[in-house]
């Protein structure tokens, strides 16, 4: 694991292995570290850069020697891009592209030094930092057993600041930082680990790795238990598969007199479709399908960390979705936890199945907002293509909250309707609700099936059917399982009021 350290002194004249200097495009500067180690190396850096060697373009990095000019044995410059079009998201992504670099170039260990400009805090900077650098630099290679030791990892990062009382806040964002980056990891871990590997038990078993450390409570419920309390339609989904189901529900917080706030997250292992089986091109995807479990997972243990002054609950049910002699049909009718009916059209619409008696239990707990996360739809890929997660919700302050917490951590996020109108595609004749409606409006129909069952409390669907995984990689989001929904959640309840 990566150490971060914070450290008084200052960059020019700190001896280390690499030294990391960012820059804007000419002619905007930071004024600070980057002109004093100018002014130490005899203005090099100002020549690279007026020569146009180096011209601070956003993700730019150029690694150059120091020849004993400077303490340091190397600098690694790289670019912010213009100074006017500058974000934390900006800022995340050439963290994380510096961390590549430096990764790829076998240095283990390297400093750089925080200080404020753009209007940003020390401590909101040093968060992005080291989000930008652990997220960017995350590989998965837990079941790689040839060339181990080609396995480049970065050791060690000194953060240096000259201001005495810069620290505590850089500490602080360091410390935020670590925290939220390693929730997103271990989501991505277990988004990226196989069927055959992350079962619902597994997912049980963390849940309860993660209460034990915390001193949460932790509920798992098997099957038996599941079909005494009335969970007819997680049951239905479950009862094909021989791999042993979990309905789980972890508190943090609880009975400390703070509000509750559910957390639902879709745990289906493996999505093969059941009965009504999904072409097998690009089926192996489908273990992605627990992605929202994982991010919830992820979320209750970095709440714990952070502290969070609410009382949340995870609810996790967790299954496989598979064809047997056992597995629900088409046309069979289910009772729900709710005690509404669904005529079963398509065994291939199981999250939402399962997604309505996890709502309908959450109720129990009279939260003030209810969020879950599924990769519930294709349609929502298709609507708004694989990098934006749907978001529905029946209550505008908490769309609205949401929405500030999508901008905030560059998780994008995009409203999508619940009119009523959607509601008559899901009618059925001889039930209350069919589980499918028409493939014109996939996305919605699917968060109005959801709605059905979140009661009159405020509520956010957060459909990330395209982001949980993603094909070609982004500034700081490597390919394969991205932990989607961890930060945009971890936020929103920081920014909780
Ligand atoms: N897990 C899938 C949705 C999905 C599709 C996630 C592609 C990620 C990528 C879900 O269970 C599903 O199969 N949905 C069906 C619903 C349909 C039968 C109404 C779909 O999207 O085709
Ligand atoms: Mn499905
Ligand atoms: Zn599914």
């Known amino acids: 694991m990566?150490?971060?350290?914070?450290?008084?002194?200052?960059?020019?004249?700190?001896?280390?292995?690499?030294?990391?200097?960012?820059?804007?495009?000419?002619?905007?500067?930071?004024?600070?570290?980057?002109?004093?180690t100018d002014l130490e190396w005899k203005g090099f850096l100002s020549g690279l850069m007026s020569q146009g060697d180096f011209k601070g373009e956003l993700f730019e990095c150029r690694l150059v020697h120091t020849q004993g000019a400077l303490p340091a044995k190397r600098v690694l410059l790289t670019g912010l891009g213009k100074r006017e079009e500058f974000d934390l998201e900006k800022w995340r992504g050439a963290s994380s592209k510096a961390g590549q670099f430096i990764k790829n170039s076998g240095v283990k260990r390297f400093a750089f030094a925080v200080e404020k400009f753009n209007r940003l805090t020390v401590e909101e900077l040093s968060e992005s930092f080291v989000t930008g650098l652990l997220l960017g630099t995350y590989q998965f290679n837990e079941f790689k057993t040839l060339d181990r030791d080609k396995i480049k990892e970065i050791e060690e990062v000194v953060v240096l600041t000259e201001f005495p009382e810069d620290m505590k806040p850089i500490q602080d964002g360091v410390q935020k930082g670590r925290i939220i980056s390693e929730a997103v990891c271990m989501a991505r871990d277990l988004v990226n680990g196989p069927g055959n590997q992350v079962t619902p038990t597994v997912l049980a078993v963390k849940a309860e790795e993660i209460a034990k450390r915390h001193n949460m409570?932790?509920?798992?419920?098997?099957?038996?238990?599941?079909?005494?309390?009335?969970?007819?339609?997680?049951?239905?989904?479950?009862?094909?598969?021989?791999?042993?189901?979990?309905?789980?529900v972890m508190e943090h917080n609880k009975n400390k007199g703070f509000e509750a706030i559910a957390l639902v997250g879709k745990g289906i292992t493996f999505d093969s479709g059941g009965i009504s089986i999904k072409p097998s091109e690009n089926m192996d995807r489908m273990k992605d399908d627990m992605s929202g479990a994982a991010a919830v997972l992820a979320v209750m243990d970095a709440a714990a960390r952070l502290q969070l002054p609410l009382h949340l609950v995870?609810?996790?049910?967790?299954?496989?979705?598979?064809?047997?002699?056992?597995?629900?049909?088409?046309?069979?009718?289910?009772?729900?936890?709710?005690?509404?009916?669904?005529?079963?059209?398509?065994?291939?619409?199981?999250?939402?199945?399962?997604?309505?008696?996890?709502?309908?239990?959450?109720?129990?707990?009279?939260?003030?907002?209810?969020?879950?996360?599924?990769?519930?739809?294709?349609?929502?890929?298709?609507?708004?293509?694989?990098?934006?997660?749907?978001?529905?919700?029946?209550?505008?302050?908490?769309?609205?909250k949401t929405e500030d917490a999508s901008a905030k951590t560059g998780e994008k996020a995009w409203r999508l309707p619940l009119w009523d109108e959607y509601f008559d595609y899901i009618k059925?004749?001889?039930?209350?609700?069919?589980?499918?409606?028409?493939?014109?409006?996939?996305?919605?129909?699917?968060?109005?099936?959801?709605?059905?069952?979140?009661?009159?409390?405020?509520?956010?669907?957060?459909?990330?059917?395209?982001?949980?995984?993603?094909?070609?990689?982004?500034?700081?989001?490597?390919?394969?399982?991205?932990?989607?929904?961890?930060?945009?959640?971890?936020?929103?309840?920081?920014?909780?009021?």
């Open 217 to 248: 409570e932790v509920q798992v419920f098997n099957l038996g238990q599941a079909e005494s309390m009335g969970m007819g339609a997680f049951v239905a989904v479950a009862k094909g598969s021989q791999e042993p189901a979990k309905f789980i």
């Open 314 to 400: 995870g609810i996790i049910p967790a299954t496989e979705n598979l064809p047997s002699g056992k597995a629900y049909k088409p046309g069979d009718v289910l009772k729900t936890l709710s005690g509404q009916t669904v005529e079963v059209i398509s065994t291939d619409a199981e999250g939402r199945l399962i997604l309505s008696d996890a709502l309908t239990y959450s109720l129990r707990y009279k939260p003030k907002a209810i969020i879950d996360l599924a990769t519930l739809t294709g349609a929502c890929v298709v609507a708004l293509g694989d990098y934006v997660t749907g978001l529905f919700g029946n209550d505008e302050s908490l769309v609205k």
């Open 2 to 36: 990566m150490e971060i350290r914070v450290e008084l002194g200052k960059a020019e004249r700190y001896p280390c292995e690499l030294l990391l200097l960012f820059s804007f495009e000419l002619p905007a500067r930071i004024e600070g570290v980057w002109e004093r």
């Open 428 to 497: 059925s004749d001889v039930a209350d609700f069919k589980n499918v409606g028409t493939r014109a409006g996939g996305a919605i129909i699917g968060a109005i099936f959801l709605s059905k069952f979140a009661g009159k409390i405020p509520w956010i669907h957060l459909d990330i059917a395209g982001p949980a995984h993603i094909e070609k990689e982004k500034p700081y989001i490597p390919r394969g399982g991205t932990g989607v929904g961890v930060r945009l959640l971890l936020q929103l309840l920081r920014d909780w009021k």
